[in-house]
């Protein structure tokens, strides 16, 4: 599973802590108990909607594992021309 941009959990934070004040508005809880339960049932929210924006943002990169794979070896040498050699393009490093 990749790991979550920084807007991604800036999105599940958010959520988290407008969800707990919500709740506890709401609520009107007052036992330690109840406070508990609500922020951890924000907690999970805020969790689900992280790893959502994780899924919605792999399927919308077009660079995902669904990409074309490169074209090497005899089909390098076949789309280049006949027997010449392929041109690779790597960075240089210094």
């Known amino acids: 599973m990749p790991r979550p941009s920084?807007?991604?959990v800036c999105l599940g934070?958010?959520?988290v802590v407008a969800s707990t004040v919500a709740l506890l508005a709401v609520s009107g809880a007052d036992g330690v108990l109840?406070?508990?339960v609500?922020?951890?049932f924000a907690l999970a929210l805020g969790t689900v909607v992280t790893v959502l924006s994780l899924s919605a943002s792999s399927?919308?990169?077009p660079a995902g594992p669904l990409a074309a794979p490169?074209?090497?070896?005899?089909a390098?040498?076949?789309a280049t021309g006949a027997g010449a050699p392929a041109e690779r393009?790597?960075?240089r490093q210094r």
């Open 38 to 40: 609500l922020v951890v």
């Open 6 to 8: 920084a807007a991604q």
């Open 34 to 36: 109840a406070v508990a």
């Open 76 to 78: 390098a040498e076949s």
């Open 59 to 61: 399927m919308a990169s």
């Open 89 to 91: 393009a790597y960075a």
């Open 13 to 15: 934070s958010f959520t």
């Open 70 to 74: 490169a074209t090497t070896g005899a």
